[in-house]
């Protein structure tokens, strides 16, 4: 006897070829979830996203990376240019605003609530070194483009060592 099924009545009956039936569909069904996820990961795993602390929503994002620059698209619906903020901080570019709610009378009813409001920050890691004077931010119909140019240093760069005076580097804390 199976140690799940030994509580069931008639193992060999409609009922437990129903319950059989049940859990080899949840089995393709989880299945089909774990391939979607590890094939589709980001994308599929995006659903379920939070966001960032401190924030109340996050809207969504593209990034694309053409021949010679790094494009990241945001949806921000109703947001006004002056309203965002935007910052590059190494190879990542910080999108911050915030979306005030509506201004209600008090005899005013509110039947349905979807659009967010309140603080909004995404924080997105760039796929390669941008060159930040390049930088430009447009927002059109309610979609952000900011786009950078690739940085011009993309090997590496070799930095030549000195030896310094010997005071200079002195272990001695008086010395300093």
Known sequence: MDAFNQDAPNQD???????SQA??????????LVDMAWTRGEEVWGQFKQPEAGCDWSPEIDVVETADSVIVFMNLPGIS????DIT??????????????L?????????????????????????????????????????????????????AHKVRVVQAEPAACSPDPAGV
């Open 81 to 84: 240019a002056d309203q965002v």
């Open 88 to 101: 590059l901080i190494g190879n990542t570019l910080e999108i911050s605003a915030h979306v005030d709610s």
């Open 13 to 19: 009956g409609p009922n437990s070829q129903r319950f």
């Open 103 to 155: 201004t209600l009378q008090a005899a005013d009813r509110v039947h349905k609530r979807e659009r967010p409001t309140g603080t909004l920050k995404r924080t997105v890691p760039l796929p390669i070194s941008v060159d930040y004077d390049s930088a430009v931010a447009q927002a059109d119909r309610g979609v952000l483009k900011v786009e950078m140019k690739k940085s011009v240093n993309k090997q």
């Open 23 to 32: 859990v080899n569909r949840l089995r393709s069904e989880v299945d089909r």
